[in-house]
């Protein structure tokens, strides 16, 4: 129980007195995820390296996943085209990929394996990802200046006489600012949402463990929290971003 909470992190680059930026670098984090990625690569490869019509069960896999998100996708975005509902899917299943990996990783039985997004900075990082990309998304659809009035609020377009014009122009000044917090809300809702559930999960696990001296009943808390709640984790995480996206692109 004494290892929960410890960071171990490299303050100086190895070797030299340079310090690190920011606070260091968490060397587990970064470990583990260079680990998720290799492992979603060979996935990957393993289950596409021979495409065929006739899928084998690796491609199976993977063409459910894909075709099941497809169809999230277009089911939230039905006021999008085809073809442009297409493009957000490579985030939104790739989100939900990484993430599960990163939260099921201590399946492998080495030492010094965590899950990365037990770390904030990972889901903070995470969370840049899906908040900036909706951002992205809502300047390109609406353009700079249909976003930023967007941004004024609903009275900002206000017509009829000339005290309602000012009112609602002068309205900006109280729901600009409203607005830019509820991005930095959402920013950092999604954020500790996922490292929360991932860190309660471990601290249950070591808890329990140690209360029961690894008997028993701690081999169903790694099933759950190593299968199930991975996954599902992975789908809010996705299925928030989805739907940040598709709030930048409606008109209010």
Request: glycine share 8%; with cysteine; hydrophobic share 50%.
């Amino acid at each position: 129980m004494e290892e929960i909470g410890v960071i171990h992190v490299w303050h100086y680059v190895p070797g030299t007195n340079i310090p690190i930026p920011l606070g260091g670098v968490n060397v587990y984090t970064i470990m583990n995820s260079l680990i998720v990625i290799g492992v979603l690569w060979a996935l990957l490869w393993l289950a596409l390296r021979r495409i065929s019509k006739v899928p084998t069960r690796g491609q199976l896999v993977v063409e459910s996943i894909l075709s099941g998100f497809q169809s999230l996708i277009d089911s939230t975005m039905s006021f999008e085209p085809l073809e442009k509902r297409k493009h957000y899917l490579p985030l939104i299943a790739g989100l939900f990929i990484y993430i599960c990996l990163s939260n099921a990783l201590l399946i492998i039985p080495l030492p010094k394996i965590e899950k990365p997004t037990s770390d904030l900075n990972c889901t903070l990082s995470l969370g840049l990802i899906s908040i900036g990309y909706a951002t992205y998304c809502g300047l390109k659809a609406k353009g700079p200046v249909g976003y930023l009035k967007e941004m004024c609020g609903p009275m900002f377009h206000a017509h009829g006489s000339l005290g309602a014009v000012i009112v609602g122009k002068l309205s900006a000044l109280f729901f600009f600012p409203l607005r830019v917090s509820e991005e930095l809300s959402r920013l950092i809702s999604i954020s500790c949402r996922l490292f929360g559930n991932i860190m309660g999960g471990a601290i249950v696990i070591v808890v329990v463990s140690s209360l029961t001296y690894y008997l028993v009943f701690p081999q169903f808390l790694y099933g759950f929290f190593l299968v199930f709640e991975a996954a599902l984790q992975a789908f809010v995480f996705s299925m928030l971003t989805l739907m940040y996206i598709t709030g930048a692109l409606q008109e209010e």
